[in-house]
């Protein structure tokens, strides 16, 4: 059987409606595609505790979770995933990425040009859909 994880990914916006994106590095599972930033839920976290740590290692600030943008089921070759995405904006901190290869303010409206990993475009296409973030 396929290996399981779980994984929760922010959707972090700015005062300008864009979204930040972040380019997975060449040594990165699934290289050089685009994702929300975030990663796997350890045990005992709550998906709020969990993508606040994420966040704070990976790029270095302060986020508060707000509304769920989508809870996805997708199959890779090699493994299955459960990814539920939420916005959330920066509290504080200085941004600095500590594992991708980019991090990138993106409008919404050009948000499906880049090369996302599969299991987001569902949270891609809800974003789209949503008039008032
Ligand atoms: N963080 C994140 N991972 C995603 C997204 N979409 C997607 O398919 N994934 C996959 C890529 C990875 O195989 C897995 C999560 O991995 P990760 O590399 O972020 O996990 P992590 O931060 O906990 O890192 P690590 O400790 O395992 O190195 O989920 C997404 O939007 N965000
Ligand atoms: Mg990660």
Sequence with gaps: MKKHINVVAAVIHNEHKEILCALRSPVMALPNLWEFPGGKIEEGESHETALIREIQEEL?????????????????EDFTIQLTSYFASINSGEMKATEHAELRWVTID???DLEWAPADIPSVLTIKNLQNI
């Design 110 to 112: 050009k948000l499906i």
């Design 60 to 76: 270095n600030i302060q986020i508060e979770v707000g509304e769920n943008v989508e809870d996805t089921y997708f199959e890779y």
